[in-house]
């Protein structure tokens, strides 16, 4: 017997925000900016995570390429057409949004066919079977959304956006209410059902692990402006600005005050009272105050005797069993610096410690804009 599964799977399309705007009026109070001018171009099928502290305008830019909010100005573009005037239902956008949004008198098994059937798809029973298979739910097919959790409810919104095989998909924070091994369960779900219908898929996430698994690229998002868009090596390895460095990371990138210092061919960047590191900068002068960036992961504690390098005396030292994270007082520097160290070696209270980092990885950035002095 032979089956056929209308999985009717889309032609990915390219997802282009040009310029994109919006203005909430408001009568008791001042117009507020919550975009201001967005400018994304997303291949077909490639999946882009959008990461930016609370009230940035994440989820408005999404509600605006859904159609549930009106652009103040800019355009959207889905492959060739402008779709920023159409009403939402002729977008043809999946999204998945924190608002669950599931029909109280409908059964899970209901909820999920509701929009195949309204779009008169084929085998619609099995197409909710296999997706409750995959986001491990078939025991939830007959339950009502009152009887749900929220961790379930939010799979279920997920399936329901997924099982349309929407060409753009729009997920915002679609897995902050799973216990941690669903978390990664429908993780990986999500990225291989992404992978083989190939939605364009713009995802809202807090988790910065979860950015780093699912996203061929990111965007890092502030105050309406995106302030870098690339891959994920690029925003960790090469961040543009000191927003970008100070926001994505974990433990937190050190940023402290540094004086310039030119030697020869080498630029040197001194900080604190004696301490002194070679960075790869260029574009900058001698004696110029920058603000410097050193990842806790880029530090190296095999410092030899006359390398330039911090020094510094242990505050609190912490054994994260495949490595150290060493909190260090350094003379002169205001906040204390967090060194990751190697496993091998146990600190203590006061010990004195000598780190350094290569000079790619030390890095500058201007001290009024937080622009990169690359
Ligand atoms: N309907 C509205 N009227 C007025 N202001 C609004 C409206 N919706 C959102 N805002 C404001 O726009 C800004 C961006 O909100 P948005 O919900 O897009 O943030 P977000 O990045 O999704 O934040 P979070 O991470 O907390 O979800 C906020 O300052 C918010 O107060
Ligand atoms: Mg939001």
Same mark, same amino acid.
């Given at each position: 017997?032979?089956?056929?599964?209308?999985?009717?799977?889309?032609?990915?399309?390219?997802?282009?925000?040009?310029?994109?705007?919006?203005?909430?009026?408001?009568?008791?109070?001042?117009?507020?900016?919550?975009?201001?001018?967005?400018?994304?171009?997303?291949?077909?099928?490639?999946?882009?995570?959008?990461?930016?502290?609370?009230?940035?305008?994440?989820?408005?830019?999404?509600?605006?390429?859904?159609?549930?909010?009106?652009?103040?100005?800019?355009?959207?573009?889905?492959?060739?057409?402008?779709?920023?005037?159409?009403?939402?239902?002729?977008?043809?956008?999946?999204?998945?949004?924190?608002?669950?949004?599931?029909?109280?008198?409908?059964?899970?098994?209901?909820?999920?066919?509701?929009?195949?059937?309204?779009?008169?798809?084929?085998?619609?029973?099995?197409?909710?079977?296999?997706?409750?298979?995959?986001l491990g739910?078939?025991?939830?097919?007959?339950?009502?959304?009152?009887?749900?959790s929220s961790g379930q409810k939010q799979r279920?919104?997920l399936?329901?956006?997924?099982?349309?095989?929407?060409?753009?998909?729009?997920?915002?924070e679609p897995l902050s209410h799973l216990d941690a091994s669903q978390r990664q369960h429908v993780r990986?779900?999500?990225?291989?059902?992404?992978?083989?219908?190939?939605?364009?898929?713009?995802?809202?996430?807090?988790d910065?692990?979860e950015?780093?698994?699912?996203?061929?690229?990111?965007?890092?998002?502030?105050?309406?402006?995106?302030?870098?868009?690339?891959?994920? =090596?690029? *925003?960790?390895?090469?961040?543009?600005?000191?927003? %970008?460095?100070? $926001?994505?990371? @974990?433990?937190?990138?050190? &940023?402290?005050?540094?004086?310039?210092?030119?030697?020869?061919?080498?630029?040197?960047?001194?900080?604190?009272?004696?301490?002194?590191?070679?960075?790869?900068?260029?574009?900058?002068?001698?004696?110029?105050?920058?603000?410097?960036?050193?990842?806790?992961?880029?530090?190296?504690?095999?410092?030899?005797?006359?390398?330039?390098?911090?020094?510094?005396?242990?505050?609190?030292?912490?054994?994260?069993?495949?490595?150290?994270?060493?909190?260090?007082?350094?003379?002169?520097?205001?906040?204390?610096?967090?060194?990751?160290?190697?496993?091998?070696?146990?600190?203590?209270?006061? =010990?004195? *410690?000598?780190?350094?980092?290569?000079?790619?990885? %030390?890095?500058? $950035?201007?001290? @009024?804009?937080?622009?990169? &002095?690359?």
């Amino acid at each position: 017997m032979t089956t056929t599964t209308d999985t009717a799977v889309s032609t990915a399309q390219r997802l282009v925000l040009d310029r994109l705007y919006k203005t909430f009026e408001s009568r008791n109070r001042e117009s507020f900016a919550a975009v201001r001018g967005i400018d994304l171009d997303i291949e077909p099928g490639e999946m882009v995570a959008l990461l930016g502290p609370s009230g940035c305008g994440k989820t408005t830019t999404l509600r605006m390429i859904a159609g549930l909010e009106a652009v103040t100005s800019g355009d959207i573009r889905i492959g060739e057409t402008s779709v920023a005037s159409l009403p939402a239902k002729r977008r043809n956008v999946g999204v998945g949004f924190e608002s669950y949004a599931l029909y109280p008198p409908l059964s899970v098994r209901e909820n999920l066919a509701y929009g195949l059937k309204a779009r008169r798809a084929k085998n619609v029973d099995q197409r909710v079977d296999s997706m409750a298979q995959r986001l491990g739910m078939t025991d939830l097919l007959d339950l009502r959304p009152a009887a749900l959790s929220s961790g379930q409810k939010q799979r279920i919104a997920l399936a329901r956006a997924l099982i349309r095989n929407p060409p753009v998909l729009l997920l915002d924070e679609p897995l902050s209410h799973l216990d941690a091994s669903q978390r990664q369960h429908v993780r990986r779900e999500l990225k291989v059902l992404q992978r083989e219908f190939g939605y364009t898929t713009i995802v809202v996430t807090h988790d910065q692990l979860e950015a780093l698994s699912l996203a061929d690229r990111m965007a890092v998002m502030d105050a309406g402006v995106i302030r870098q868009f690339g891959s994920p =090596d690029e *925003i960790f390895d090469d961040p543009d600005n000191q927003f %970008v460095a100070d $926001f994505v990371g @974990e433990p937190k990138i050190n &940023l402290v005050g540094g004086t310039v210092r030119i030697d020869g061919d080498r630029t040197m960047v001194h900080i604190g009272r004696a301490g002194e590191l070679v960075t790869a900068s260029r574009i900058v002068q001698h004696d110029q105050q920058v603000t410097v960036g050193l990842r806790p992961q880029d530090c190296r504690t095999d410092v030899s005797p006359a390398a330039p390098c911090l020094e510094g005396e242990i505050k609190v030292y912490e054994n994260l069993l495949e490595f150290g994270q060493a909190t260090v007082n350094v003379p002169g520097v205001d906040d204390a610096m967090v060194v990751q160290t190697p496993a091998g070696h146990r600190w203590t209270r006061a =010990d004195p *410690i000598r780190f350094t980092a290569a000079p790619e990885r %030390v890095y500058l $950035f201007d001290t @009024e804009t937080g622009e990169r &002095l690359r």
